[in-house]
């Protein structure tokens, strides 16, 4: 079982920054592939970011490529997201999601586990 708990959301202007953080439970952090997805009001929920338990691979959703970046540190048992130029459209809440599948990580269903969300709202 794994428990993540996301934080660093807030209120930011157009063209500013954020960094987001996931920390998760449990001491088999490093075993999990680790993601991010995104819902804004009256949308679908979205994939954004993944990188895998080895962190050798990143993949991002086209509409954030070129400014969000993921990473993880494996002895904090953290994930980040961090996320430059941000745009009104990347408003949205942000969930943390974990998985020990190697699998098709745009799909929802691929993710075992998911986080309460950070809210991140983009003023114009």
């Known amino acids: 079982q794994v428990q993540l708990v996301e934080s660093g959301g807030g209120l930011v202007q157009a063209g500013g920054s954020l960094r987001l953080s996931c920390a998760a439970s449990g001491r088999t952090f490093s075993s999990y592939a680790m993601g991010w997805f995104r819902q804004a009001p009256g949308k679908e929920r979205e994939f954004v970011a993944v990188?895998?338990?080895?962190?050798?691979?990143?993949f991002y959703a086209d509409s954030v490529k070129g400014r969000f970046t993921i990473s993880r540190d494996n002895a904090k048992n953290t994930v980040y997201l961090q996320m430059n130029s941000l745009k009104p459209e990347d408003t949205a809440l942000y969930y943390c999601v974990a998985t020990l599948r190697n699998n098709i990580y745009v799909s929802l269903t691929t993710w075992d586990y998911w986080g309460q969300g950070t809210q991140v709202t983009v003023s114009s």
């Open positions: 990188i895998t338990r080895g962190s050798t691979t990143t």
